[in-house]
């Protein structure tokens, strides 16, 4: 009778103990080492206290005051939003859109995003209430297995798994799981910006890559016209076949190193193709980059926007999250364990870690402020950069005007003119080349100010 007693307690018992994974499969903490088996009876009582007190401290308030004696990680580290681009037409890829082609065609980016829905869908409210009441029926099948049968080995199994939902139970209570969860959606979403950033990168390059493009096609064909015109200047034996030679020479080294660009323009296009979920063999042009306006550039503050960036920054904090982990979960220890004399090897390579710690959180703080106020100078730079190829493009169209009309008047050949076009194209890409570098170095300012990102 006494066997089929137990038989019945413990298929009871083991209820339980297969519910409680499904409680436990939001992150359970690592096993706590077995307590005494009795210290179960009489935790029923103690989460039971911890129930009526619910109305006093609930797991949101413990969040709050958590956040108002350490706000360590912003709940929403995202800043303000922006007007939805126009979609990009077939074939077309703006630079507007390729943020948001990126997080919906990228499976990486995609899968970070499945991370940080989970998190956000987190009911801490729901959560604890299913753990207390999970521990009471534990704790309930546990008691009676020990005071009616004995049974303190099968009791004994369910210490592990009753400690890990305490330790979660107490976390939630305290507001640590929220916070711990804030730091890595904080951590998610850093990786997926600094993903976002590389597309970016991406498609800068290959603006690049389609600027000398056209350089270099300009340059082949002045080849060509030198070419042809010391091909008749050979033949009236006015220069030598070597000179010939030498111009064809360059003319062929020019083309090869077009067919080097484009290969390489064919190569990171299929990587930006991959990155916002385009088909790989199909046409993809590229649009042009935005333009960086007086407004944009006079709003710019640095002291605001350095303690903007340093507040986003999430390199910072995991700087400082290292130094406070380790004199928590080391220095302090050793002091507790040893207490603060330094003659005690333990204390003494404590106390010099811990500075060392210190010492490179300072060195990170000071690196950061440096990269970003440099930056600042460089966006200013890249503007007034710009204003001068500007004024020198202008020159250079009153030039051209000056030759155009000097060709219609037969006073200089078509190569001579043809050459000032070329000149005064290559005016024109210098004027785009300082758009893109005022572009791209406003464009790593404002990462850093929204988002704490200094790839410097």
């Known amino acids: 009778m006494k066997k089929r007693l137990t038989a019945l307690l413990l298929s009871f018992a083991m209820a339980f103990a297969i519910g409680a994974p499904s409680a436990m499969a939001d992150g359970a903490s690592e096993a706590a080492e077995p307590a005494a088996q009795m210290r179960r009876a009489a935790a029923v009582s103690e989460v039971d206290t911890a129930a009526q ?83 009471n029926e534990l704790a309930t099948a546990q008691w009676m297995l020990i005071a009616l049968l004995h049974e303190n080995g099968s009791a004994a199994a369910f210490n592990t798994q009753y400690d890990q939902m305490r330790k979660e139970f107490e976390d939630i209570e305290k507001g640590e799981k929220q916070k711990d969860d804030q730091t890595t959606l904080w951590q ?32 082949i064909a002045q080849l060509e016209r030198t070419e042809r015109e010391m091909q008749l200047r050979c033949e009236l034996g006015q220069v030598s076949r070597l000179d010939v030679e030498k111009v064809s020479t360059g003319r062929m080294q020019a083309v090869s190193g077009r067919k080097t660009l484009e290969m390489g ?5 299929l990587q930006l193709k991959s990155l916002v979920g385009a088909e790989l063999d199909a046409e993809l042009s590229l649009g042009a980059l935005p333009q960086v306006t007086a407004q944009e550039r006079e709003s710019m503050d640095l002291e605001t926007d350095l303690a903007k960036a340093m507040a986003a920054s999430y390199a910072l904090f995991d700087a400082k999250k290292q130094l406070d982990d380790f004199r928590k979960d080391v220095y302090d220890k050793v002091i507790d364990n040893y207490g603060s004399n330094e003659k005690r090897f333990e204390v003494s390579e404590a106390k010099h870690a811990l500075q060392a710690y210190q010492y490179n959180y300072e060195n990170t703080l000071l690196t950061y402020e440096l990269n970003f106020r440099t930056l600042y100078a460089q966006v200013k730079d890249a503007a007034q950069v710009l204003s001068a190829k500007r004024a020198a493009l202008a020159e250079q169209e009153k030039s051209y005007a000056v030759s155009a009309l000097k060709y219609e008047q037969g006073n200089i050949s078509a190569n001579a003119f043809a050459d000032a076009k070329d000149e005064l194209s290559s005016a024109k890409d210098d004027v785009a080349k300082a758009e893109r570098e005022l572009f791209s170095t406003y464009r790593t300012y404002t990462w850093a100010v929204d988002y704490g990102i200094l790839n410097a």
Do not use: C
Not at 71 to 86: G, H, I, L
Not at 207 to 219: V, W
């Open 53 to 135: 007190t619910q109305s006093v401290t609930t797991p949101a308030q413990s969040v709050t005051a958590a956040d108002e004696t350490e706000p360590e990680t912003p709940e929403d580290v995202e800043t303000q939003e922006t007007a939805e681009p126009e979609p990009d037409e077939e074939g077309t890829l703006s630079f507007e859109n390729l943020r948001p082609r990126m997080l919906a065609g990228s499976y990486r980016l995609r899968a970070l995003q499945e991370s940080i829905d989970d998190i956000e869908s987190h009911d801490y409210d729901w959560r604890y209430k299913d753990l207390r009441l999970s521990m």
């Open 188 to 219: 998610y979403r850093n990786a997926q910006n600094q993903a976002v950033i590389a597309g970016e990168a991406l498609y800068l390059t290959l603006k690049d890559f389609e600027a000398q493009d056209a350089a270099l096609g300009r340059t």
């Open 265 to 269: 323009y064919d190569a990171a296009l």
